[in-house]
C-alpha cells in the first residue's frame, strides 16, 4: 500500500458520484490512490485502477460517518476530501507538511463563534472538508473523541447552535496534544464565501457548475485578489 493516499466518505448515490468528480479532477495531476469509503456501490465504475471503493454501512449520520472514515485510512500520509471538491493542481505539498505536524486543515471562512467555553478566544473553528492527517495513535485517539463529542451533542446540545461537526471538532482538537498547521485557501478555497488569493488556488471546495471556468477565472492574474461568493447556480 503506497504511503500516500487521499480518501472521501461518502453516503448515498449523488455524493458517490460526486466523490468520482472529484477525484477524477485530482488525478490528473495527483498520482496517488483515491480511496472512496461508501455506503453503496456506484452505477459503473471509473476506467482506472487509482479509484477504489471500500463499502462499509452507514451509521445512519453521514458526519459520523465522515469521522470514521478518517480512522479507516490504510495510508501513513493521508489527504481528507469533501465530495463537493475540486482538484486544480499538484497538491503533494499538503503532504509534506506532514513530515512536521500531526494534522493540517484550513480555517472555516464563514465562522461564528459557538457558545462552547473553555478554550481561547482566539482559537478558531476549522473547516473539516479538507484536512491532512498522519497515521499516529494520539491522531487516531483525536477521531474517537471527536466522534464521542459530536455524538453527545447531538442528543445533549449545550448550546443553542446546531452541533455541527466542525465546533465538535474544535473542542477535540483543543483538548488534544496534536501538533496542527492552517493551511490557506489556496488549498480549501470555499468558493461560497468571499475569498482571497495571493497564489493558485489548487482545492476549490463549494459545488459550482462549471469548476474548469472557475478555476480558470480566480487564477487567471498572479498575486494578491480578492472575489465575491461564487453561488452554486450562477449561469457563468
Keep these: 500500500m503506497p504511503s500516500r493516499g487521499i480518501i472521501y466518505s461518502a453516503t448515498g448515490r449523488s455524493y458517490v458520484d460526486e466523490a468520482i468528480a472529484s477525484a477524477t479532477s485530482s488525478l490528473r495531476f495527483n498520482d496517488y490512490p483515491h480511496l472512496i469509503f461508501c455506503d453503496e456501490p456506484p452505477e459503473a465504475a471509473p476506467a482506472t485502477a487509482n479509484i477504489e471503493f471500500r463499502i462499509v454501512a ?3 449520520d453521514p458526519r459520523i460517518d465522515k469521522i470514521r ?4 485510512t490504510p495510508f501513513e ?3 481528507y476530501l469533501d465530495t463537493d471538491t475540486y482538484v486544480a493542481g499538484d497538491i503533494g505539498e499538503l503532504f509534506d507538511l506532514l513530515q512536521r505536524f500531526d494534522m493540517a486543515a484550513a480555517h472555516a471562512p464563514g465562522y461564528t463563534k459557538c457558545e462552547d ?10 473547516n473539516s472538508g479538507v484536512i491532512a492527517y498522519r497515521r ?4 487516531d485517539d483525536f477521531f474517537a473523541a471527536w466522534e464521542k463529542i459530536y455524538s453527545a451533542w447531538l442528543t445533549d446540545p449545550p448550546f443553542p447552535q446546531v452541533p455541527m461537526d466542525q465546533p465538535s471538532f474544535r473542542r477535540a482538537f483543543w483538548e488534544s496534544r496534536l501538533s496542527g498547521y492552517v493551511i490557506g485557501p489556496e488549498y480549501n478555497y470555499r468558493s461560497i464565501f468571499p475569498g482571497r488569493l495571493v497564489g493558485r488556488a489548487k482545492i476549490i471546495h463549494g459545488r459550482n457548475k462549471n469548476y474548469e471556468k472557475l478555476a ?10 480578492t472575489f465575491p461568493p461564487f453561488s452554486p447556480d450562477a449561469d457563468w
Excluded: C, K, M, W
Design 58 to 60: 452507514s451509521s445512519g
Design 69 to 72: 472514515s478518517f480512522r479507516r
Design 77 to 79: 500520509h493521508t489527504l
Design 117 to 126: 467555553e473553555g478554550q481561547s478566544e482566539a482559537f478558531y473553528d476549522y
Design 136 to 139: 499516529a495513535q494520539e491522531v
Design 216 to 225: 480558470a477565472y480566480i487564477n487567471a492574474l498572479p498575486g494578491v485578489r
